[in-house]
């Protein structure tokens, strides 16, 4: 992969070992960052270490290929998956199986919540279905009419969970041996892929008949930086590499720390850009601890709150032991990485290191009291010997059976850290090419193209509109790199030829019409329109209107094919956000003009503006604060805010009650905001049925916690302006 210049970096336990950090395999460097071996691999291990990769994703299967060609006489395959039917999709199945029409099952499915098994509860029969019918989601659902649609609620109940069909591992390979071929192995069939074989044991199995993995896993980011490494050296005309940059450069730091994150890797999510306002980092170690806090297990054990007033010099710390503060002092007495597991029943208990990982990974299985008696017994006897007092080694024993809920691996941070300040670095000092390769590298993170565009021109980059004639394949950086220019890809309907055809064409001569453009390229007829309505043909109209375009692709014959299929558009770049929120341009607000109208449904982006906008003067009417203002109103204030969805969520909490997060985005940022339960049910159902609000509610602003805003009340913004 180095030698083809594929962009490649290790992940997780694998980076523990010294071997693979001089290998390159992984860049953390184990001494420094306190990685310990064993945590990888130990005499005492009986299952296979995975080591993982991440590459490139598109050239990752130049890599796979590469390895199926060198061990294809051992026999190479991918392990496979088990994919189980959600709620959801067991509607869907049901319904088309009773011989209901296409366009009724996604009548049917749509809004039917996608896990039928949550927080330990399963559904089963009809039963079941009364709690997902009670969901705000669910409100005028069709299938509230429980006695016409029984025998569809009874059957997509019992489907749900089952298992529907057999997957290929995203990147999982496995081989053969010297001695055996895989196939004397493992069983094998084709995987749909033209090359490519599956075996048919998930990982799991293959762990239990003790056959190792080799993760050759697509890594989004690792596109984006190598195409923004590209971008900045052409511009610049020296060599820029995101894998080779300064350490602790203080304005990259000084960027993390404003929250405002959109595009960095592991620290974009809205959790994240609040956790970088309240710990403030300042070197690595930091962002490796961030990544690691930011998790179900801490989050619900109360642990991020502890860790940022100590690190930030607001509260004290102690250890239970003396013998442990070598080992917490890096995380202000904090337990947060697996690998100080290993170093606390070392010192505590004298154990060796590899005994420690082998205790690591009993805490985390299901085990029986019994054991787990044994566990405490044995570690209690070895630190008597080691002479500990006993109400301090059962102290200590609890914490780490605590912890084994949450713990995470150093070196799986401390990977994805370098990541993460490679992506920050490359945001702050080439902003426009960071973002022309985000927004080529789609789907990846968390943002929607659109707001990464709208975040792009917050930050003082430019937006030129969409030009047949200057747009390339993917985003451009134009102007000094001042500024952003809209790609083909961009443009719903285009298939691979046509774009190629498009780029080779211009370059003989320009195009002088409709016509001679439909002509030239093999650009199909609904794809033409959608080249005019998404402003690409708009240098032909001679300023009049796109209806006189669209008025002369209407007249244009379709294309024959003399028994050639027509050529498959490429996924829009925009479609996963489309297809995780359930929006479509549909539920988002008017805009001002028919020609940002069109913009936006074949671009999937706000070209010129911002959609809200032309709104400012009916916004300040209705008594909206903006998204910036309303993080300066002091505790306890109340407000309204308004702005066009870009996620709901609802992840684990403490306290274990369902919460839910709505990420909003206005004219000048972010904004989450927090929906408890009660609010949820009163005003859910607008939230799945919408894409844009205007939501009432208290500020809360404390040291501890920072920021947050709990809505009480959420009206459709729609329906408000109009």
């Known amino acids: 992969a180095k030698a083809k210049d594929i962009p490649v970096t290790g ?128 409100y005028g659902h069709p299938l509230q009419d429980t006695e016409r649609y029984r025998l569809l609620l009874e059957l997509s109940a019992g489907l749900a969970g089952r298992i529907k069909e057999g997957g290929t591992h995203s990147g999982g390979m496995v081989f053969g041996t010297a001695e055996h071929h ?45 195409k923004a490494g590209e ?39 809205p959790g994240q850009m609040h956790l970088s306002q309240r710990l403030g980092p300042r070197r690595l170690a930091d962002l490796v601890a961030q990544i690691s ?33 070598e080992i917490l002092r890096p995380t202000y007495g904090v337990l947060i990485f697996q690998e100080q597991a290993l170093a606390v029943a070392n010192a505590v208990a004298g154990f060796t290191l590899a005994e420690g990982d082998l205790l690591r990974r009993a805490m985390t299985k299901d085990r029986g009291p019994g054991a787990m008696r044994e566990l405490r017994l044995e ?44 992506s920050a670095y490359m945001r702050r000092h080439y902003p426009a090419e960071f973002f022309a390769a985000v927004l080529d590298s789609q789907p990846m993170g968390f943002y929607s193209p659109r707001l990464l565009l709208n975040e792009a021109r917050r930050i003082g980059l430019s937006v030129l ?28 309907g285009l298939s691979e030829k046509a774009i190629s055809s498009i780029v080779a064409e211009r370059r003989k001569k320009p195009f002088v019409s409709v016509a001679d453009l ?30 006189r375009l669209l008025g002369e692709s209407a007249a244009l014959p379709k294309k024959r094919r003399r028994g050639r299929q027509e050529e498959i558009p490429i996924k829009h770049p925009a479609s996963w956000w489309a297809m995780r929120e359930r929006r479509s341009v549909g539920h988002l607000p008017l805009t001002d003009t028919a020609r940002e109208r069109m913009e936006w449904e074949v671009l999937g982006l706000n070209v010129h503006r911002h959609p809200l906008v032309p709104y400012r003067d009916a916004l300040r009417e209705l008594g909206v604060v903006p998204s910036v203002g309303i993080r300066e109103l002091p505790h306890g204030a109340s407000a309204r805010a308004a702005g066009l969805i870009e996620c709901l969520q609802s992840p684990p909490t403490k306290s274990g009650y369902r919460v839910y997060f709505l990420l909003i985005e206005d004219e000048w940022g972010l904004l989450q905001t927090t929906i408890f339960r009660s609010v949820y049910e009163r005003c859910g159902d607008i939230l799945h049925h919408e894409g844009a609000f205007l939501v009432e509610g208290r500020v809360e602003q404390t040291i501890e916690k920072g920021f947050s805003f709990l809505v009480h009340r959420i009206e459709s913004l729609r329906d408000m302006l109009f």
């Open 518 to 547: 439909y002509g030239r390229t093999a650009v199909e007829k609904d794809a033409l329109e959608n080249l005019i309505r998404g402003g690409f043909l708009d240098s032909l109209a001679g300023g009049s209107e796109r209806s």
């Open 182 to 226: 895989l196939s004397e192995l493992v069983p094998l069939e084709p995987s749909g892929t033209e090359g490519l074989l599956r075996c048919q044991y998930d990982k799991d199995d293959l762990e239990r008949v003790g056959l190792p993995k080799l993760d050759l896993l697509g890594l989004r980011m690792h596109t984006a930086l190598h």
């Open 293 to 325: 806090l930011f998790r179900p297990g801490p989050v619900r054990g109360d642990l991020v709150t502890p860790y940022v007033k100590r690190r930030n010099g607001r509260e004290p710390y102690e250890v239970i032991l003396p013998e442990l503060e």
């Open 11 to 138: 992940r997780g336990s694998a980076a523990n070992s010294l071997v693979s950090y001089c290998l390159g395999l992984t860049q953390p460097e184990p001494f420094s960052n306190k990685l310990l071996f064993e945590r990888f691999l130990h005499e005492e291990r009986k299952d296979p270490p995975d080591v993982d990769l991440d590459f490139c994703s598109v050239r990752r299967d130049e890599v796979r290929f590469e390895m199926i060609h060198r061990y294809e006489r051992r026999g190479v395959a991918e392990a496979a998956t088990v994919q189980t039917m959600s709620l959801r999709g067991a509607v869907r199945v049901a319904a088309r199986a009773l011989g209901h029409p296409p366009g009724e099952i996604d009548v049917l499915s749509r809004n039917v919540p996608t896990r039928f098994h949550d927080r330990d509860r399963i559904y089963a029969g009809l039963s079941g279905w009364e709690e997902s019918l009670a969901e705000p989601a669910m």
């Open 231 to 269: 971008l900045a050296s052409r511009r610049l005309g020296r060599r820029v590499d995101p894998y080779d940059l300064p350490p602790d450069d203080k304005r990259t730091y000084a960027l993390i720390r404003t929250g405002r994150n959109a595009g960095m890797f592991q620290l974009e999510s």
């Open 379 to 422: 570690f209690m006897r070895r630190a008597r010997e080691n002479g500990v007092l006993a109400a301090k080694a059962e102290e200590v024993f609890s914490w780490m059976e605590g912890f084994s809920v949450y713990g995470f691996s150093a070196a799986h941070a401390a990977s994805f850290a370098e990541l993460a300040y490679a």
């Open 465 to 492: 509109p969409s030009d047949v004639h200057l747009s390339g394949e993917g985003f451009a950086v134009e102007e000094d790199g001042s500024a952003l220019r809209v790609g083909l890809r961009y443009c719903k």
